[in-house]
């Protein structure tokens, strides 16, 4: 089955810097890449996702790119800002497909003001 | 539209006894999925229902199950609780789970076996 591997764990940036955050899949045949954000206490949030006929998307400060070929994905935050500070959990699946979607063990990104 | 409910919100229970965690999708939603969420494992895929149907299930003890009702409201029952089951307890509804559509959390259970 699909196996996601999610890195850092833990990045700590300075506001108005850059983060990314790395996440590699084994199923070559995933398809959907979604990006959920878990604020403290709360439920997680899709925040933006990425399918395989494209190999970046952007939405404001945030951004996803693909590479299939390396089956690895990363998530950009520009112009981090104090509410950026969250978990943040990749996913993969096949899509449309009856396959759950298969989870990272998340990186808790802390933007220092 | 509502958002995906979950009922209780908290649960704290003693070694050895069974619970019952409600999820209710958001209106229309057909595909109910549950995770357990724990701060060393990330979020583990607990089994995904479809029409009443269990479609998915995860690598998770017979202790663990769920079913699904008409109205799409999914409830998942874990028996003879260990300590090790004290996690955060997620449902997620989407329209089919086939991945075309996305993905809604509710807010969670959180469940602690003392």
């Known amino acids: 089955g699909e196996n996601v591997e999610q890195h850092p764990s833990t990045l700590s940036v300075q506001e108005g810097d850059s983060a990314v955050i790395k996440c590699t899949y084994s199923?070559?045949?995933?398809?959907?890449f979604p990006w959920y954000k878990q604020e403290l206490g709360k439920r997680p949030q899709l925040i933006i996702d990425?399918?395989?006929?494209?190999g970046e998307k952007k939405d404001q400060r945030i951004a996803v790119t693909l590479n299939k070929t390396a089956k690895h994905f990363s998530l950009h935050i520009t112009e981090t800002q104090p509410e950026d500070s969250a978990v943040y959990f990749c996913?993969?699946?096949?899509?449309?497909?009856?396959?759950?979607?298969?989870f990272g063990k998340g990186t808790r990104l802390s933007v220092i003001a | 539209k509502a958002g995906v409910t979950q009922t209780p919100r908290y649960l704290i229970k003693t070694r050895g006894q069974q619970v019952t965690l409600s999820c209710s999708p958001i209106?229309?939603?057909?595909?109910v999925s549950w995770y357990q969420q724990t701060p060393g494992q990330g979020l583990q895929f607990l089994f995904e229902?479809?029409?009443?149907?269990?479609?998915n299930k995860g690598n998770f003890p017979g202790r663990f199950s769920g079913r699904q009702f008409s109205n799409s409201r999914s409830e998942m029952n874990v028996s003879t609780l260990e300590l090790g089951d004290s996690a955060l307890y997620l449902c997620?509804?989407?329209?089919?789970?086939?991945?075309?559509?996305?993905?809604?959390f509710g807010p969670g259970t959180r469940l602690t076996v003392t």
């Open positions: 209106s229309g939603h057909r595909s």
């Open positions: 996913a993969a699946s096949r899509a449309p497909g009856n396959t759950p979607l298969v």
């Open positions: 997620a509804s989407s329209l089919d789970g086939t991945g075309a559509y996305e993905q809604y």
């Open positions: 990425i399918r395989s006929n494209v």
């Open positions: 229902y479809f029409s009443e149907t269990q479609r």
């Open positions: 199923d070559s045949a995933s398809n959907y």
